[in-house]
């Protein structure tokens, strides 16, 4: 079974420092890694993802993530923050068997409010 | 380029009642894939067509029921609508279902 965890439900953060979005996965092969920002009565946005190589990944407005596979972790990152990076944050997961098949949902964390404050 | 596209956006039923969603696909996407999203929660997975046949199922009653079309696009259908099923429907489409799902806006559903 896969399964994710973000453990805050909200991140608050003043514009222009740092912000990370927190997020742990379970498995039992190896895993694809998914962050989505959904923005209110709005469908997901894909923002990046891990699929294999550099475990450090860059994405769309400036985000990235490191995929961290002895802590099973791959959290959201920005050098700076925005204003309009307020919005709700999911992180997702598929499971990818060795022999490369495996499962096509994507499995979802809870999501994470990530409020910037001006 | 046409991204993923929904219908409705909005529909109200009643307990009891039917209801149809539809979803268009990304251009140069075969793989619809089907989530719900309850007020405050992660989207969770429904089920996944490809090649017009159901290739994956989540943790869903025998109510909630698909199809996918020859030029890709899909419908969900819900019968005897409950109350619980009240929530943010939303279609994400890929290629051969592997890789980046990518989502359309989504009907929300209200069942009274």
């Known amino acids: 079974a896969q399964s994710v965890a973000q453990p805050e439900d909200q991140v608050n953060v003043a514009e222009g420092n740092p912000l990370t979005v927190k997020c742990t996965y379970s498995v039992s092969g190896n895993p694809y890694l998914f962050w989505y920002v959904q923005y209110p009565n709005r469908g997901l946005q894909f923002l990046l993802k891990y699929i294999t190589g550099d475990n450090l990944v860059k994405g769309s407005y400036g985000f990235e993530a490191e995929f961290n596979k002895s802590q099973t972790s791959f959290h959201l990152k920005k050098p700076s923050a925005l204003v309009s990076d307020s919005a709700l944050y999911f992180c997702a997961v598929r499971d990818i068997n060795f022999s490369g098949a495996g499962s096509y949902q994507l499995t979802f964390g809870k999501g994470t409010k990530l409020s910037v404050i001006p | 380029d046409a991204g993923v596209t929904q219908s409705p956006t909005h529909l109200i039923k009643t307990r009891g009642q039917q209801v149809t969603l539809r979803c268009s696909p990304k251009s140069g996407h075969d793989t619809v894939s089907w989530y719900q999203q309850a007020l405050g929660q992660g989207p969770q997975f429904i089920f996944q067509y490809y090649e017009e046949e159901e290739r994956q199922r989540g943790n869903f009653p025998d109510r909630f029921s698909g199809h996918q079309f020859p030029n890709y696009s899909s419908e969900l259908n819900v019968n005897a609508l409950l109350l619980g099923d009240s929530a943010l429907y939303l279609c994400?489409?890929?290629?051969?279902?592997?890789?980046?799902?990518?989502f359309g806006p989504g009907t929300r559903l209200l069942v009274l």
């Open positions: 994400a489409s890929s290629v051969r279902g592997w890789e980046t799902q990518y």
